[in-house]
């Protein structure tokens, strides 16, 4: 009996060790995985930074050649003065020189009236060659400053477009960023006719969020809020730091006037309801300098109608994410 007890033990199969053995593997792999995530995080973190000072030498060297090329024109101005004053002065003498040749084929006879003319027209003529020679040199001068302007004026068309290849890059990342938080948006609220996209914008009507003529955040409202924040906060850790981001909130309002001991007009109320969602925005944890209130009263309609469905489109809380 004890011989066919063992042999039964021997029969069976253990598979823990197998277990364990694959279990450690795919921890292993696991490990791996976020080794490599984190180590391509911190080499394009790097990359964005190295990119970011690129950009501030462009912009600095970009001041530096206009700074130079506004020295190099004033300069120009002033050879081309100095060339136009010894035209003058070479046309005078001219002038004068010929005019006492003149007066020496006339007084031919009057040997002294001679010699003097003769001396006075071979100082003109020394004269009138050395302006020539200055004037030679000032248009050579001329030109090659007109070359450096030209070069120069090159070189910041140059890296005005660089620039704006920069520039275009952090836009188009930031329109990816915006893109990928309203698609989010999309998939969490829905399709509900009162909350809906329009353009780059994410729009609530009022009703979604305040009680008529109030600019106070119910507890409903605020949960309706909830996702909204969760997604951008979750957005806002993939965007690098050297995109200047923000979350604009801008309140409106239908055109027929308030006037309570609250609010004395459109303007107070439309900037009360955004003022309220930004403070409950950085009470959610989104970063504060990255917030941005403003009303626009009744100044921007969706809908220029006067029918109650115009009114209702026109109340409207907005969030666009943009660039500061």
Same mark, same amino acid.
């Given at each position: ?25 795919? @921890? ?6 976020? @080794? ?22 462009? #912009? ?6 206009? $700074? ?20 003058? #002065? ?20 009057? #040997? ?5 003319? /003769? ?32 070069? #120069? ?46 353009? $780059? ?97 009744? /100044?921007?309609p969706i809908d220029t109608g006067s029918t109650d469905d115009a009114y209702r489109k026109n109340r409207r809380i907005e @969030? ?5």
């Amino acid at each position: 009996m004890a011989l066919g007890r063992t042999r039964g033990r021997r029969g069976s199969i253990d598979i823990w060790p197998g277990f364990v053995d694959a279990l450690a593997q795919l @921890l292993m792999v696991i490990i791996f995985i976020l @080794l490599v995530f984190t180590v391509g995080q911190f080499y394009l973190s790097d990359a964005l930074s190295g990119r970011d000072e690129a950009l501030k030498q462009l #912009q600095i060297k970009i001041s530096a050649l206009a $700074d130079e090329l506004a020295l190099e024109k004033q300069t120009s101005d002033t050879l081309r003065g100095n060339a136009a004053t010894l035209a003058a #002065q070479l046309k005078a003498a001219q002038d004068e020189r010929d005019a006492l040749s003149a007066k020496l084929s006339t007084a031919a006879t009057d #040997q002294q009236t001679v010699q003097a003319a /003769k001396a006075q027209v071979e100082e003109l003529t020394a004269e009138i060659a050395a302006l020539k020679d200055q004037l030679a040199k000032v248009a050579a001068a001329l030109d090659v400053s007109n070359t450096t302007v030209k070069s #120069q004026q090159d070189q910041i068309v140059e890296l005005g477009k660089k620039l704006n290849l920069a520039l275009a890059s952090k836009v188009e990342e930031l329109a990816r960023y915006r893109s990928e938080f309203f698609g989010k948006l999309s998939e969490i609220l829905g399709n509900r006719p009162d909350i809906h996209i329009v353009g $780059d914008r994410f729009v609530f009507q009022a009703e979604v969020l305040f009680d008529p003529g109030g600019a106070d955040l119910s507890d409903a409202a605020k949960k309706q809020l909830d996702p909204v924040f969760a997604a951008l906060k979750t957005i806002a850790a993939k965007i690098p730091p050297d995109i200047h981001w923000v979350l604009e909130i801008d309140g409106h309002t239908d055109h027929r006037a308030i006037h309570t001991d609250q609010f004395a007009s459109n303007w107070e109320l439309s900037t009360a309801r955004a003022i309220s969602v930004v403070r409950y925005a950085i009470d959610q944890g989104v970063p504060a300098d990255h917030l941005a209130a403003a009303g626009f009263a009744d /100044k921007q309609p969706i809908d220029t109608g006067s029918t109650d469905d115009a009114y209702r489109k026109n109340r409207r809380i907005e @969030l666009k994410l943009t660039e500061r």
